[in-house]
């Protein structure tokens, strides 16, 4: 069975870039027909879809985020990764890591990392 | 961007009952919608997909349904392992987009 696990800071200054790394067990980065992707989670609110990145590296973020997102896949260490600059305290939120499965471009999150928690304050 | 209006926001209801969730998109999206449950503090995990098709593992209690437009999640005969929080997820097309959560409670 795959499973993921988030790593990275907890604890962040706001105008600092946020690094996540996702780390898969039980599967393979490099599968074709899966995409890796990470969702947030403001505090006591609902999800929020950031954005997917390919074993290949193509990859697609929300518009708000775009600017300020890179995404990257590691084959050798099976890990996918989160980079986020100029962060601030809205970007305080639960990041998930994930698997998408599926008919591409129709994929839905099957996988889930527990999730890091990521509080932005000075 | 497909946005998902989901609703009730929130629902009480007892054990063995059943209920029904919703989720309406903003524009026709075939039947690639997804159900998640979240309990507190946990990932959310996947129910249902492809609109009606049973994840590997979830009990046959949990029922999707719809497509184009209209979406629904039926339980019936609520566990107490239910009472948690249900989202709906387009996977139609980017960006993914969640409806906004119904919380089930206990009544």
């Known amino acids: 069975q795959v499973q993921l696990q988030e790593s990275g800071p907890g604890l962040l200054k706001p105008s600092q870039t946020l690094a996540l790394t996702c780390t898969v067990s039980?599967?393979?980065?490099?599968?074709?027909?899966?995409?890796w992707s990470w969702i947030r989670q403001h505090p006591g609110k609902g999800l929020e879809w950031i954005g997917f990145i390919s074993y290949s590296g193509s990859n697609y973020s929300i518009a708000p985020l775009k600017s300020r997102v890179t995404m990257s896949v590691d084959k050798v260490k099976n890990q996918f990764s989160l980079k986020m600059t100029s962060v601030t305290a809205a970007d305080t939120a639960v990041y998930f890591c994930?698997?998408?499965?599926?008919?591409?471009?129709?994929?839905?999150?099957?996988?889930w990392g527990h999730g890091i928690v990521v509080t932005v304050s000075s | 961007d497909i946005q998902m209006t989901q609703s009730p926001s929130s629902l009480s209801a007892s054990v063995g009952d059943g209920v029904t969730i919703t989720c309406r998109a903003s524009q026709g999206i075939l039947n690639d919608v997804a159900w998640y449950q979240q309990t507190p503090g946990k990932a959310p995990k996947l129910l249902i997909y492809a609109g009606s098709s049973l994840q590997n593992g979830v009990p046959s209690r949990f029922r999707g349904s719809g497509s184009g437009t209209d979406f629904t999640l039926a339980i019936t005969s609520l566990q107490p392992e239910d009472f948690a929080i249900y989202y709906c997820l387009q996977h139609n097309s980017y960006p993914r987009t969640f409806g906004q959560g119904t919380r089930v409670e206990f009544k």
């Open positions: 039980g599967g393979s980065v490099s599968s074709g027909g899966y995409y």
């Open positions: 994930a698997r998408e499965n599926g008919y591409y471009p129709t994929t839905w999150v099957d996988y």
